[in-house]
């Protein structure tokens, strides 16, 4: 069984198959801290599942936009975004809260994504999400399934 835990004081994410550790990588959470609150652009903390993937064939620089693919980074640039823009790249793991605290987190769309940022990995600087640098959410995205689930700790 795959499951991921993401401590947010590291800013590290953990994949675990049955318990053995087999892969970490950085992370950014968001910049406004920790919490669920609508609107807030804080990652919440408690357990989740992976409840949808979404870019399974797009390219490794598939820039999205409310999930669907909208330009290639950094060619294709929607307008009024430049290349210092918080971009949701490469593949989207959109998260559910499966506690009373956290049960509004997939109305928030709050996602495991790639980031155009990897300058900002290892520290908090997302809107709310956990980004993560292209090649890693590429890793990750093959191996879980959904429903896995997923742990985000202080």
């Known amino acids: 069984m795959i499951t991921l835990h993401i401590n947010l004081s590291e800013q590290v994410l953990y994949l675990y198959r049955n318990h053995t550790l087999l892969y970490t990588c950085p992370i950014s959470s968001g910049a406004a801290g920790i919490g669920s ?23 490794e620089n598939a820039i999205f936009i409310s999930r669907q693919i909208a330009g290639l980074y950094p060619s294709d640039i929607p307008a009024g975004m430049d290349e210092n823009s918080d971009y949701i790249l490469t593949r989207i793991l959109w998260l559910d809260g499966t506690e009373p605290h956290n049960d509004n987190t997939h109305e928030r769309y709050i996602y495991l994504h790639g980031t155009n940022r990897t300058d900002l990995l290892g520290t908090p600087a997302s809107h709310g999400c956990i980004r993560l640098a292209p090649k890693d959410i590429l890793h990750i995205f093959d191996l879980v399934p959904v429903y896995t689930p997923v742990t985000i700790t202080k």
């Open 37 to 59: 609150e609508p609107g807030s652009g804080k990652t919440p903390i408690g357990k989740f599942i992976i409840s949808d993937k979404i870019g399974h064939q797009a390219p």
